[in-house]
């Protein structure tokens, strides 16, 4: 049998310096509320970031520390600092207890280090794949977002498309009921367009029929167009 028969694991936010209890056995529920949570200047906390195992009996340690433990009847305890060594930061802690023993044996404190080292990797584990599941979620969103932006800039395109088109169809309807003759042409003198009343005064009756007319052949003075031509290439009106 040995000597350990409590305890609990504790996660360490370094941003806020906060150390959280998150699973425990071999504790009262209201012991287990008491000790759920230390800030930073707490005596827990200022033993856990000394970075080294302890294994003391409890009147070894402080007033405070000596209070809670004896509530629970517990004569030794084992802190453990669970440690990344790759950046050796503190990630947490391992904290078990004795009701029967004031000292705990040295073989409890060899398997006590073995757990220590297994929970580490467990820990990292479970945070790596919380960090890559954040990194997805964050992916999702930005997705997410630059989509629904692309969306709506198309949408306000397709909006200004149609109003273009509304606003030409207007224009068009203007000229063609415009009791004066508008018409336009390409330089080589094909009509590109004219209302109606262009058309009723070169003496056709609409518009269609004028489709395959050269204005060339509406200009009673040919020169007269090559000269505007000269003109609106060399002043551009």
Same mark, same amino acid.
């Given at each position: 049998?040995?000597?350990? %028969?409590?305890?609990?694991?504790?996660?360490?936010? /370094?941003?806020?310096?906060?150390?959280?209890?998150?699973?425990?056995?071999?504790?009262?529920?209201?012991?287990?509320? *008491?000790?759920?949570?230390? @800030?930073?200047?707490?005596?827990?906390?200022?033993?856990?970031?000394?970075?080294?195992?302890?294994?003391?009996?409890?009147?070894?340690?402080?007033?405070?520390?000596?209070?809670?433990?004896?509530?629970?009847?517990?004569?030794?305890?084992?802190?453990?600092?669970?440690?990344?060594?790759? !950046?050796?930061?503190?990630?947490?802690?391992?904290? &078990?207890?004795?009701? !029967?023993?004031?000292?705990?044996?040295?073989?409890?404190?060899?398997?006590?280090?073995?757990?220590?080292?297994?929970?580490?990797?467990?820990?990292?584990?479970?945070?790596?794949?919380? /960090?890559?599941?954040?990194?997805?979620?964050?992916?999702? =969103? *930005?997705?997410?977002?630059?989509?629904?932006?692309?969306?709506?800039?198309?949408?306000?395109?397709?909006?200004? /498309?149609?109003?273009? /088109?509304?606003?030409? =169809?207007?224009?068009?309807?203007?000229?063609?009921?415009?009791?004066?003759?508008?018409?336009?042409?390409?330089? %080589?003198?094909?009509?590109? =367009?004219? !209302?109606?009343?262009?058309?009723?005064?070169?003496?056709? =009756?609409?518009?269609?029929?004028?489709?395959?007319?050269?204005? &060339? %052949?509406?200009?009673?003075?040919?020169?007269?167009?090559?000269? &505007?031509?000269?003109? &609106?290439? @060399? @002043?551009?009106?």
């Amino acid at each position: 049998r040995g000597t350990v %028969d409590g305890g609990g694991i504790y996660l360490y936010n /370094k941003n806020h310096n906060r150390l959280t209890l998150v699973c425990h056995k071999g504790l009262s529920a209201k012991y287990a509320r *008491k000790v759920k949570t230390y @800030t930073k200047n707490s005596p827990q906390v200022q033993l856990l970031l000394k970075g080294s195992n302890l294994y003391v009996k409890s009147n070894e340690l402080s007033p405070e520390i000596r209070m809670l433990l004896s509530e629970q009847g517990i004569l030794s305890v084992a802190i453990l600092p669970l440690i990344n060594s790759k !950046n050796n930061e503190i990630i947490g802690s391992l904290n &078990l207890a004795s009701k !029967n023993f004031e000292q705990i044996t040295a073989q409890d404190k060899k398997g006590i280090e073995s757990i220590s080292a297994r929970i580490i990797s467990l820990i990292l584990y479970a945070q790596s794949q919380e /960090k890559v599941k954040e990194s997805q979620l964050l992916l999702e =969103h *930005k997705v997410e977002e630059k989509t629904s932006a692309l969306n709506k800039k198309i949408n306000e395109l397709l909006l200004k /498309k149609d109003e273009i /088109k509304r606003s030409e =169809h207007k224009l068009r309807q203007l000229q063609e009921n415009l009791p004066v003759g508008i018409f336009s042409t390409s330089p %080589d003198g094909r009509l590109i =367009h004219l !209302n109606n009343t262009a058309a009723e005064i070169f003496g056709y =009756h609409s518009a269609d029929e004028m489709k395959d007319v050269s204005v &060339l %052949d509406l200009y009673h003075q040919k020169e007269k167009r090559n000269e &505007l031509i000269q003109i &609106l290439t @060399t @002043t551009g009106q």
